[in-house]
């Protein structure tokens, strides 16, 4: 006879422990949706200073419970086995966070193009973007304290603390003192798609958003300016190029 299910109690072992699994997802996505709900109503510069307040409270409640549960110390807010954690570990982990992350990304594309079409994939690959970018802005702006104009400078910095950064290469090159060259001289995902000898993904409709929407997000003054990505051509030393410019 199948066991009937009728309350968390009637789980076993293994159930229980998928259970607390997704309970950790639903916690995931009810922030996320919590967040594009205040940024539809009042926008994304005000969502982003509420998120301010809601992240620190958020984490702390959050943190300490878990602390307490799972018997580990905390350390100024940091569970104490990652402040006990040797750099090259924590170094490879920031490694398997970033793949994991554009895995995800990957995953997701690839469930929309399944269901609906290619077209569809972009269009929502395009979209998260716009989302993505100036949080992603924000919480490494957050990070590093920068100042609200943080300039080329500031946009060096935070463009080596992006996800990309730890599972890309790339290089930033100054043109002068209002201008920089960031090239992405190894693409993850372009690099891929070039050893199962398919052409390169044409992510210049996403670049043209990811790209300007986080210098923007660094400093508002910063223009941005693709010199190539693909479909365009380009030289085997980089898939994509962007010139980011901050006017006189």
Same mark, same amino acid.
């Given at each position: 006879?199948?066991?009937?299910?009728?309350?968390?109690?009637?789980?076993?072992?293994?159930?229980?422990?998928?259970?607390?699994?997704?309970?950790?997802?639903?916690?995931?996505?009810?922030?996320?949706?919590?967040?594009? +709900?205040?940024?539809?109503?009042? =926008?994304? #510069? !005000? &969502? /982003?200073?509420?998120?301010?307040? @809601?992240?620190?409270?958020?984490? %702390?409640?959050?943190?300490?419970?878990?602390?307490?549960?799972?018997?580990?110390?905390?350390?100024?807010?940091?569970?104490?086995?990652?402040?006990?954690?040797?750099?090259?570990?924590?170094?490879?982990?920031?490694?398997?966070?970033?793949?994991?992350?554009?895995?995800?990304?990957?995953?997701?594309?690839?469930?929309?193009?399944?269901?609906?079409?290619?077209?569809?994939?972009?269009?929502?690959?395009?979209?998260?973007?716009?989302?993505?970018?100036?949080?992603?802005?924000?919480?490494?702006?957050?990070?590093?304290?920068?100042? +609200?104009?943080?300039?080329?400078? =500031?946009? #060096? !910095? &935070? /463009?080596?603390?992006?996800?990309? @950064?730890?599972?890309?290469?790339? %290089?930033?090159?100054?043109?002068?003192?209002?201008?920089?060259?960031?090239?992405?001289?190894?693409?993850?995902?372009?690099?891929?798609?070039?050893?199962?000898?398919?052409?390169?993904?044409?992510?210049?409709?996403?670049?043209?958003?990811?790209?300007?929407?986080?210098?923007?997000?660094?400093?508002?003054?910063?223009?941005?300016?693709?010199?190539?990505?693909?479909?365009?051509?380009?030289?085997?030393?980089?898939?994509?190029?962007?010139?980011?410019?901050?006017?006189?």
């Amino acid at each position: 006879m199948v066991h009937e299910i009728e309350r968390p109690e009637d789980l076993n072992q293994e159930q229980m422990a998928r259970f607390v699994l997704d309970m950790f997802h639903r916690i995931f996505v009810h922030y996320t949706i919590w967040f594009r +709900e205040v940024e539809h109503q009042v =926008g994304m #510069k !005000k &969502a /982003l200073e509420i998120m301010e307040t @809601a992240l620190s409270d958020s984490y %702390s409640v959050q943190m300490n419970r878990m602390s307490k549960f799972f018997g580990f110390e905390l350390v100024n807010g940091i569970p104490k086995p990652l402040l006990e954690m040797p750099q090259d570990r924590l170094l490879a982990l920031m490694n398997n966070l970033g793949v994991n992350w554009i895995a995800n990304d990957g995953i997701w594309f690839q469930a929309v193009e399944k269901s609906r079409d290619m077209f569809d994939a972009k269009r929502c690959n395009d979209s998260a973007w716009t989302d993505f970018s100036p949080i992603e802005a924000w919480s490494i702006k957050r990070f590093l304290n920068l100042p +609200e104009h943080a300039g080329l400078e =500031g946009l #060096k !910095k &935070a /463009l080596r603390f992006r996800m990309y @950064a730890f599972i890309n290469v790339q %290089s930033i090159i100054d043109e002068g003192p209002n201008s920089v060259v960031f090239q992405m001289n190894d693409c993850r995902v372009q690099s891929a798609r070039k050893r199962r000898g398919l052409d390169d993904y044409p992510c210049k409709s996403a670049g043209l958003v990811e790209y300007s929407y986080f210098a923007e997000s660094i400093d508002s003054r910063i223009k941005t300016e693709c010199i190539g990505c693909p479909p365009d051509d380009h030289p085997d030393e980089w898939f994509c190029a962007w010139r980011f410019t901050l006017p006189k």
